[in-house]
């Protein structure tokens, strides 16, 4: 059975996902939620505490996607770097998280929304870019990649580039043309 907590968590994630941190008030969170104030309050000390467990649940539910993605799509580690980017394509066209659609990437987006460097959010999103760095790295050193660290980075570039344009431009094949370079890329540094 779900928890009040669990409602709260997933109707804050979702709202805002769809229509921002800001944007999104108290109130309308537990209209949809349909749990009351007094409970919300109780667990929860303010928004940005509802905001911090929003963005822990989305981290991990990102993260087990995608790498689940990975993972599917062969046990090579250079066939699997390549996979993040059918991934992404998945994501961009909506197809990844139900209800959810694309809106972009939450921790971008928060990110963008909370600019100081120490606020919780922004902390947040920062440990979740690095998490998915050092996946990259390890799936880069298993491939061979001479300098797994800096090849990693790389990938990682060519994946926030193509999240935003896939956002700001609308262009949902921005993962496939990010793949093709990192196919360049990881062919000039990993023989296939």
């Known amino acids: 059975m779900r928890s009040k907590r669990d409602d709260l968590i997933d109707t804050a994630l979702r709202l805002f996902y ?7 008030g108290i109130d309308k969170i ?11 309050y109780k667990h929860f ?3 940005d505490d509802l905001i911090v467990a929003a963005l822990e649940r989305r981290d991990e539910q990102f993260r087990d996607w995608l790498t689940g993605e ?8 250079r066939a699997k770097l390549l996979a993040m980017y059918d991934a992404l394509e998945i994501w961009f066209t909506g197809r990844a998280f139900k209800g959810l659609g694309f809106a972009g990437c939450a ?13 919780p959010a922004h902390r947040i999103a ?5 998490k998915i760095l050092d996946y990259l ?5 298993a491939a061979g990649a001479a300098d797994p660290v800096g090849l990693a980075e790389q ?7 193509a999240i935003v344009t896939a956002q700001v431009r609308g262009l949902s094949d921005a993962a496939q043309i990010a793949k093709s370079i990192a196919t360049d890329l990881l062919d000039a540094t990993i023989p296939a």
Do not use: Y
Request: glycine share 6%; hydrophobic share 35%.
């Open 18 to 24: 769809t229509q921002g941190f800001n944007a999104t």
């Open 30 to 40: 537990l209209a949809e939620s349909g749990v009351a104030k007094m409970t919300m």
């Open 45 to 47: 000390k303010s928004k």
């Open 70 to 77: 990975m993972d599917k799509a062969s046990s090579e580690p």
């Open 107 to 119: 921790f971008i987006n928060a990110s963008g929304e909370f600019s100081k460097l120490d606020h």
């Open 126 to 130: 920062a440990d979740h870019k690095k």
């Open 137 to 141: 790295v390890e799936l880069c050193s």
């Open 155 to 161: 990938l990682a570039l060519l994946k926030e580039g």
